[in-house]
């Protein structure tokens, strides 16, 4: 497939838009990157997941202890990912580019390729938002209809009752299935990706090795297989579930857009600024403790407009943002409440399964 083109991409909308969010890092003399307050947290998080790993592996504690720290380590799983790996990936997650790239690596100790995942994230997701046939993060066939444009099956009007268990298979599906899929086909979707160096073949392999031992061969060995498999089913299903769920609620719900580009031309007839926020949507935007743990995805415009700024000036920037879009007349999604997206989720859902 090729890629399609934007039109009108230097359009004052735009414009406008880097010249009010850069003026505001000039005026308070800010970095781009992250500060003390995510770098500590990413210690935290790194560090209490070691931790729990250590102690539910080799020293045993019974086993409702064990299924707890089970579930906390499927927390910090999505945790790590949303605040560590995925600012590292952006590079926004500190100034030294070393420390951005141990950042972004983190996702290799969680059983997911890092290499796979700036390919389809930082490419095509961040150009190419809920463009179907592109934008692999609304590719959930044939389980799931996430679009119009997607074929439509019978059971698909129940889709709205069952994505809750479906989204909890997402971490495992991902570490044994989908990052293979891309290697091997070398497509994310239907996109051909670049050739990779011999360096990125042997980073994709040594992190599905190296995870393979630490999280499963080495506790199958100590525990005894099916310790490690009630285990590893609570830790990836909790992390696939949370990570499934803050994916989803900040692209498929009620009022986000599914454009497609014009056949003949090959060409998405909207500039790339406006078609970003118009497939996207925020929420719970003023839950501390959300944001905190979600590493600012529910700011998830500002993030697909700034995806080289660190989520922990989101807060501040989405004022800016939100004011450009209301002086251009671009509509800004978004939802008060974790809640309200929830239930948006599923309704726009159901009515996939029903149209």
């Known amino acids: 497939m090729t890629t399609p083109k934007f039109i009108n991409n230097k359009s004052v909308f735009h414009q406008e838009l880097k010249k009010r969010v850069n003026q505001y890092f000039e005026e308070r003399n800010k970095p ?20 729990l790993c250590i102690h539910v592996i080799f020293f045993t504690p019974p086993a409702w202890i064990a299924i707890i720290e089970c579930i906390v380590l499927g927390i910090l799983t999505a945790a790590i990912g949303f605040n560590v790996m995925h600012d590292g ?83 495992i599906v991902w ?6 899929d891309k290697y091997f086909k070398s497509k994310i979707g239907e996109v051909a990706i670049r050739k990779l160096t011999l360096g990125e073949h042997f980073g994709f392999w040594a992190a599905k090795i190296g995870y393979a031992i630490g999280m499963i061969a080495v506790p ?43 056949a003949e031309t090959n060409k998405i007839e909207n500039e790339w600024a406006i078609h970003q926020v118009e497939t996207t949507a925020n929420f719970a935007t003023k839950n501390k403790l ?25 807060p501040a920037i989405s004022k800016i943002i939100k004011q450009t879009c209301h002086d251009f ?22 009515r996939m399964g029903r149209a």
């Open 220 to 262: 199958i060995y100590v525990l005894g297989f099916t310790k490690w498999l009630v285990g590893f089913l609570i830790i990836t299903m909790t992390a696939g579930f949370i990570l499934s769920i803050v994916f989803q609620l900040a692209h498929t719900v009620e009022h986000t857009h599914f454009p497609l580009p014009v």
């Open 329 to 350: 007349g671009v509509q800004y999604i978004e939802y008060t409440r974790m809640r309200h997206a929830i239930a948006s989720h599923t309704t726009y859902l159901r």
């Open 290 to 314: 959300v944001s905190w743990y979600v590493g600012g995805l529910n700011f998830q415009i500002e993030h697909h407009l700034f995806p080289k700024i660190s989520h922990v000036h989101y």
């Open 32 to 51: 781009l990157t992250g500060n003390f307050s995510l770098h500590f947290k990413a210690i935290l998080l790194c560090t209490t997941y070691l931790f």
């Open 175 to 180: 570490i044994f299935k989908t990052d293979y």
């Open 89 to 171: 990936s952006h590079g926004s997650f500190s100034t030294n580019k070393t420390i951005n790239k141990f950042a972004a690596i983190s996702m290799n100790f969680l059983g997911a390729s890092s290499i796979m995942w700036g390919i389809k994230h930082n490419i095509i997701h961040h150009t190419y938002t809920n463009v179907d046939g592109i934008d692999d993060d609304i590719e959930a066939k044939p389980w799931l209809r996430l679009c119009e444009t997607q074929k439509r099956h019978r059971f698909h009007k129940f889709q709205h009752y069952y994505f809750w268990f479906l989204y909890t298979l997402l971490h």
